[in-house]
């Protein structure tokens, strides 16, 4: 079964490669969708994909890369809206 998730991640979260990672782990975990920065220092992710490859990825989400440091994620479970082919950084 596949889910779809809108997930926000607070804390020091842009300017530490969050995006690039992010997408390197949803590729390796076959994850569609995207990652963005957000003007309030925010990170906006969207992921479509199975439903354990998507718990290990907001699991991966909540710590980030080395040099973030996360305060918290918001996550969303919505429907299927955009068709992705792959993961993006927007």
Not at 45 to 64: K, N, P, S, T
Not at 65 to 78: F, G, K, L, N, Y
Request: hydrophobic letters at 40%; one cysteine or more.
């Amino acid at each position: 079964m596949n889910s779809y998730r809108h997930i926000v991640v607070k804390g020091r979260v842009q300017g530490v490669g969050f995006r690039f990672h992010t997408q390197k782990q949803a590729t390796k975990l076959n994850i569609e969708g995207y990652v963005r920065n957000l003007a309030n220092g925010d990170v906006e992710i969207l992921a479509y994909g199975d439903e354990d490859a998507v718990q290990q990825f907001m699991g991966w989400c909540r710590q980030g890369p080395q040099w973030a440091d996360v305060a918290e994620i918001i996550v969303t479970e919505q429907d299927r809206g955009e068709v992705f082919a792959g993961f993006e950084i927007r």
